[in-house]
């Protein structure tokens, strides 16, 4: 795959340490990899943001792309909206995804929040722009009790707008995980309808870089380069 769409069930789950794996194991198998952040909301001009930890993370070689950032931890159109500025719309994300994909090998697309969180006054989303760009999509979720819902549901709204569903991680795999997060590891493809491809450990992100990006392929399925099996 060129553009690769990482989305989740909701904020705060692991989506930019996802990334940050995913781009990590890339750069290790030799391919050129961008990350694309449409929206950053919450952080102030100057402050290191979601494309910044990546390429901590992952490797300064990775293209890092930040079309648009918004000062109030919000929705982009919401946060956009308060502050008097202009959104983000999905076709400014898919040609800013397609001319990235004509230079790298991979792009990755993280999103802010879930899947449907609105970016535009016309109510365009992230699905919006993988639609527009035909990529599929990586689901992040989280590990406990409530998850198989969040992504079921996640799951009906990618298949009813006929966009491929590449899979689930959980974003952040407990240390020791208790009876709901074990189940869900089980579960958590047929509630999807899609494969599990991983588990980040929780407090990967605070591994030191090197660290990171040697263990990375071990919490990634093959189908993201990685070695991770269940």
Do not use: Y
């Not at 995913?22 to 961008?34: I, Q």
């Not at 709204?157 to 795999?173: H, I, K, M, N, Q």
């Not at 020791?176 to 074990?182: N, Y």
């Amino acid at each position: 795959m060129a553009i690769l769409v990482v989305s989740g069930t909701g904020t705060e789950i692991g989506k930019t340490i996802t990334t940050a794996a995913v781009a990590a194991v890339a750069l290790a198998a030799g391919r050129s990899v961008a990350v694309l952040k449409p929206a950053q909301t919450g952080v102030a001009p100057g402050e290191p943001g979601d494309v910044f930890e990546v390429r901590r993370l992952a490797g300064e070689s990775v293209t890092g792309v930040e079309l648009a950032r918004f000062p109030e931890p919000l929705a982009p159109n919401t946060s956009a909206r308060r502050a008097g500025m202009t959104p983000i719309g999905p076709q400014e994300v898919a040609e800013a995804a397609a001319k990235l994909a004509t230079e790298h090998d991979l792009v990755l697309v993280e999103g802010a929040g879930g899947l449907l969180v609105r970016f535009d006054d016309e109510g365009g989303t992230l699905a919006d722009a993988a639609r527009l760009l035909g990529a599929p999509v990586l689901v992040v979720t989280p590990a406990g009790l409530g998850t198989l819902n969040s992504t079921a549901l996640t799951g009906e709204a990618l298949r009813a707008r006929d966009l491929e569903f590449a899979g689930v991680v959980v974003g952040s795999w407990p240390a020791e995980p208790d009876l709901a997060s074990r189940c869900n590891l089980a579960d958590l493809p047929e509630a999807a309808g899609a494969p599990l491809l991983g588990t980040v450990p929780e407090g990967a992100g605070r591994l030191a870089p090197a660290d990171f990006r040697t263990r990375a392929a071990g919490w990634l399925a093959p189908a993201l380069g990685g070695v991770w099996s269940i």
